[in-house]
């Protein structure tokens, strides 16, 4: 799930420092209070295990370092108990060209015995995340899977994914200045976490994207899959609805900030579970929805809230960008910060509603969209170009390359 997935992943996304919410550029307060390090210890009994090991300044020099994996043997050694951390090969085409110090080895032992130790205390298979983002654009390491055994796999994640090194580099560059003689500096080291979280196998059916506005009500809510239609969800509308509405009352009243996104999971018994918290911002990925409805939304919820305009019924458009999979498949969880979902263009056919219940979107049948889990469809920018004949203008350019290899064959 994040700030930057699956969210995210985080549920957070990629940006730049020039993004701005409504105007204002991102909050640096609202960041912090969605780092899983502020907000899970209040709202453990909500979420899934985790254990929470902090990083030191030298792991996270390690980590942001483009030198090439170079561990100590420790991390091959899934008893984690610490034996082998004298023994280190040095990367012979480390580009810094110096194998690490005796202080960095000790630091990354410590913290693979932590790994070792949360691993085991969490049923031997966990996934993983920074404070904000994890590590699903690197997936192909494990062949494919976010699932961790080891020490070993949890940093091999790490060390491979963009998405790891924007939490640690770029992530508070999204923020406004507290002063205008003050830069947006990465937090202290002590503040930087690394989550380690019981492993899960979660129906993509079960997986929302929460939107909660200015006035503390739920705007909106959509799927997390961005390109799998669920036929029986459509029968299930309110009773999800009900079910977030219900949890986020209950559970996330006191959490700040006010304007936040989040994600849940509802299992087959309907229990409701928190998997990330991101800020309502445009850096944050909205997969169905775009980030001008989600303002209009909001500012139409305060209006009503003030007295300035009746209750009416929200006039919204389906989201047609859908690809069927077989609904019983378990999807294996990977954590939404959602700065590697492919980018989904902005609903603006339709002003916003002004509901007196959220809206929840829902994939329908008969579309394609691409998805940053797997691809399906139309690559994007020809979605864009939004022609009613896709086959008809792929088949031309397939007959014109044929046209130009032909060419150049006889050429030759």
């Known amino acids: 799930m994040a700030a930057t997935s699956d969210a995210a992943d985080g549920a957070h996304a990629t940006g730049s420092a020039q993004q701005v919410e409504g105007g204002k550029q991102l909050q ?6 969605c780092s899983i390090s502020r907000w899970y210890p209040q709202l453990r009994h909500a979420s899934i295990r985790t254990q929470l090991l902090p990083l030191s300044p030298l792991v996270l020099g390690f980590l942001r370092s483009d030198s090439s994996l170079c561990l100590p043997d420790v991390f091959g050694d899934e008893s984690g108990d610490g034996s082998d951390v004298d023994s280190v090969e040095e990367s012979a085409d480390d580009e810094a ?17 932590s790994i070792m130790s949360a691993i085991s205390k969490l049923g031997g298979e966990v996934f993983v995340k920074l404070n904000w983002s994890a590590p699903t654009d690197a997936a192909w390491v494990l062949g494919g899977s976010l699932k961790c055994t080891s020490a070993h796999d949890v940093m091999l994640l790490l060390k491979s994914s963009d998405r790891t090194a924007h939490d640690l580099c770029e992530a508070h560059k999204l923020c406004a200045p507290t002063s205008s003689s003050e830069t947006s500096n990465p937090s202290p080291a002590h503040s930087w976490v690394l989550a380690v979280r019981k492993w899960s196998n979660l129906l993509p059916s079960g997986e929302f994207r929460c939107f909660r506005g200015s006035t503390g009500e739920l705007l909106a809510a959509c ?15 309110e009773s999800v609805l009900q079910l977030l509405r ?32 991101a800020p309502f911002h445009e850096s944050t990925d909205p997969i169905l929805f775009g980030w001008e409805w989600l303002h209009e939304a909001d500012a139409a919820a305060r209006r009503r809230r003030a007295g300035h305009q009746p209750h009416t019924h929200p006039h919204t458009h389906a989201h047609t960008n859908g690809h069927t999979h ?34 929840l979107r829902l994939v329908e049948e008969g579309g394609l969209a691409p998805s940053a889990r797997v691809y399906h469809g139309w690559p994007e ?7 009613e004949d896709l086959p008809a203008l792929v088949a031309t350019a397939k007959a014109a390359a044929e046209d130009t290899a032909d060419a150049c064959t006889g050429d030759s």
């Open 28 to 33: 640096a307060s609202d960041l912090e209070a």
């Open 97 to 113: 060209g110096s194998s690490l110090t005796a202080a960095e080895h000790e630091a990354l032992a410590s913290l693979c015995t």
């Open 326 to 359: 077989a609904q019983s498949q378990a999807h294996t969880h990977a954590h939404i910060h959602a700065h590697t979902d492919a980018a989904q263009p902005p609903d603006t056919s339709s002003t916003a509603p002004t509901p007196p219940h959220a809206v």
């Open 381 to 387: 920018e020809l979605r864009q170009l939004q022609i």
């Open 223 to 237: 799927q997390r899959d961005r390109s799998s239609h669920f036929p029986f969800l459509a029968d299930q509308k």
């Open 246 to 277: 219900d949890f986020q009352r209950l559970n996330l009243s006191d959490v700040a900030p006010t304007k936040l996104v989040w994600d849940a999971y509802i299992d087959q018994q309907r229990r409701v579970y928190l998997i990330d918290l």
